[in-house]
């Protein structure tokens, strides 16, 4: 069983920053890429980031790249989301997650994740 909790979340005015980590334990955290989602009132869940298992190769929609960027610490067991330039826009429900899909292209579909954590609140305000 692999268990993923969000940490970091809370509100930020526009222009800000915040950090989110998660921290999975259970499993071998470096057998899984991981990756970050987001869910907002009345819209479906969205990819933002993703990681490769060493951390080399990432992944991010043109919504928040060069504004984001996703690492991975795998003597902690921990993914990060680094948050920069925050928008309203940005405000949403985040969550962990971790998949043993290796494909990077694979990586902004939710269905490939074996393992998610219960999401973490992020509100940017104008």
């Known amino acids: 069983q692999v268990q993923l909790v969000e940490s970091g979340g809370g509100l930020v005015q526009a222009g800000g920053s915040l950090r989110l980590s998660c921290v999975v334990s259970?499993?071998?955290?470096?057998?899984?890429?991981m990756g970050w989602f987001r869910q907002a009132p009345m819209k479906e869940r969205e990819f933002v980031a993703a990681?490769?298992?060493?951390?080399?190769?990432?992944n991010y929609p043109d919504s928040v790249k060069g504004r984001f960027t996703i690492s991975r610490d795998n003597a902690k067991n921990t993914v990060y989301l680094q948050m920069n330039s925050l928008k309203p826009e940005d405000t949403a429900v985040y969550f962990c997650?971790?998949?043993?899909?290796?494909?990077?292209?694979?990586?902004?579909?939710?269905?490939?994740?074996?393992?998610w954590g219960q999401g973490i609140q992020v509100t940017v305000s104008s």
């Open positions: 997650a971790a998949t043993l899909v290796k494909t990077s292209a694979a990586w902004a579909m939710s269905a490939y994740y074996n393992y």
């Open positions: 259970g499993r071998t955290f470096s057998s899984y890429c």
């Open positions: 990681v490769s298992l060493n951390g080399s190769t990432t």
